[in-house]
Every structure is written in C-alpha cells, then in structure tokens.
C-alpha cells in the first residue's frame, strides 16, 4: 500500500498542476479514505465505478476490496501519476475520457459481476450531471458512497415546499435511501477548497414505489418542475389536466399549485391515473 506522503512526492516530483476547472482538489487524510471505503461496504465480486481518481488515494483502498475499479478521469495529465501510484494493481481499469460523454452501458457491458457500486470524491462543478447519468440510464446501483460540496449534499435530502426541492430530489427518493455519513473539512484536501464537503450514500431501495410505467414517471416529474416558478397547470399544459386535476383535489391541492410542493407518491399516483388512460 502506498502511503499518501509518497503519493503526495509522486504528484510533486511530476509537476502536476492542479486545474480549478477540473475541480481538483484531493483527499490527504487517510482516516477520510478509510471512511469512505468502509461505508461501501462492497460486498465480494463487485465492479466500483470511480470518477475521478486524481491521484489514485482512494482507487488504491477500493482496489484492495472489490473485484474490478473502473475509473473515468479527464485529465490525461494523472497519467504518469496513477501510472505509478497504481502499479501494483491488476484490477483498476481507467479510461481517459470526461465522464459525462462516454457510453456507460456499453463500457459495463464488458465487465461481469454481482454488483455494482459508486464510490468518489466528486468533481464539484458537475455533481449532479454525474449522478442524473446513472439515473437517466437506469444503471442499477447496489450503493453510491460519493463526496459532495456540502450544500449540494443538503439538495440531495430535499423535503416539498423547500427552496432545494427538485426533480432530482424526488429520482433519487425513487431509487435510493439518501445518508449523510460525514462532515468532512476543507483542509483534508490539497489545494484547500473554499467550501466544506460531505460524504453521502445513497443505498437502493429495499421497498420500491409502485409505479406502472417508469417513462410516464420520470417525463412527468422532468415536465412539472420545467419552469419552477410556474403552476403545474402551466408546465403540463400537453397532459390530460382533467386526471392531474382530479387527483391534486383528492390531497386538497388544485392546478395552481407548483412541483416543488408535491411529494413523490402524488407524483406517483399521477403517473399511474396517466398510464391507465392512455
Ligand atoms: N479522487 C481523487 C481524490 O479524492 O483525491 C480526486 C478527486 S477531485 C475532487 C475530482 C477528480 O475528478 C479530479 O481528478 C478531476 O480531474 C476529475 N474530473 C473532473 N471532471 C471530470 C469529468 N468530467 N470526467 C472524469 N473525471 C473528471
């Protein structure tokens, strides 16, 4: 195992320079990785997906346990460090690539194993893109185990009626139970960010909510919250308002009312009274 002050010489003695843009900004505290690894939690014959491994402190850990680590990294410049950060390890894969514009279910079609996990210290400028990619492709997570930007962590536990509630708030109610794990300083990280971070889970669902046509879901919720401002009646304007109507009056609600109001199950039984009538 290598030890993060000679991770730390590799990164100097490569004069890497840390970009902004990329979000760059890594993990020197090994209590942290340690953490973070345990919570996974990753069972035998798992494949953990990393973005961005920068250095490769935290791939190294996840290496150790899981059966494969598919990493995606966008900086080709890492290159000559996870080369020998990496070295002693026949199960890391990394591809050179932004995350947000590879093919993911085709790259897992190569891969076989029991189950899937995610585990990073996500780039911040593109948190949420990463994980709507997981959920607009439907890919099947055992667990997400992810470093946010503390506020952006907030977003994710959002309740109705408060100003971070979103349809990503109600996706990711879908399929996970969303945990905070841990608070975790700015100055575990070189360079030191100007803001906070928070590990988070996010654990499948064992009790699924009923709903008969997840793309009737999925495009209703992405339609109502269109125009936060504006009323569902406004936003689903192409829907059939007289179903919507009937069930918002049996939860004392009326077509003025907006997304960020309605929880997840009336979202739900909308969907359902649409299914049935198309
Ligand atoms: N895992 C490392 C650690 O904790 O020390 C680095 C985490 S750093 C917050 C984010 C990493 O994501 C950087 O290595 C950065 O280059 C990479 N990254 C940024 N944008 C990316 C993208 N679109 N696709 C893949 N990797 C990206």
Known sequence: MLSLNKIKEIIEKNNF?????????????????????????????????????????????????????LCFEIDVKLKPILDETLKDYENIDIIFEDFLKVDLQNILKKYSYK??????????YITTPIIMKFIE??????????????EVGNRFKAKPGSKDYSSLSIFLDYYFDVQ???????????PKPNVDSIVISFNKKTCQYKVLDEKVFFKLVKDAFKQKRKTIRNNLKQYDLNIIEKVL???EYDLTVRAEQLS???????????????
């Open 180 to 190: 905070k794990i841990m608070d975790v300083s700015r100055n575990v990280f070189i």
């Open 115 to 124: 189950n899937l996990y995610v585990v990073a210290n996500l780039p911040y």
């Open 17 to 69: 320079d840390f970009k902004k843009m990329f979000g760059q900004n890594f993990i020197i505290d090994y209590n942290i990785i340690q953490n973070i690894v345990k919570k996974a939690d990753i069972k035998e014959d798992s494949l953990v997906i990393e973005i961005g491994p920068g250095a490769g402190s935290l791939t190294c850990e996840l290496a150790n346990i899981a059966k494969q680590v």
């Open 264 to 278: 997840i199950d009336i979202f739900i039984e909308i969907s359902n009274e649409l299914t049935k009538n198309i």
């Open 249 to 251: 009056k049996k939860h």
């Open 137 to 150: 492709n439907r890919i099947s997570l055992e667990k997400m185990v992810v470093m946010v930007q503390k």
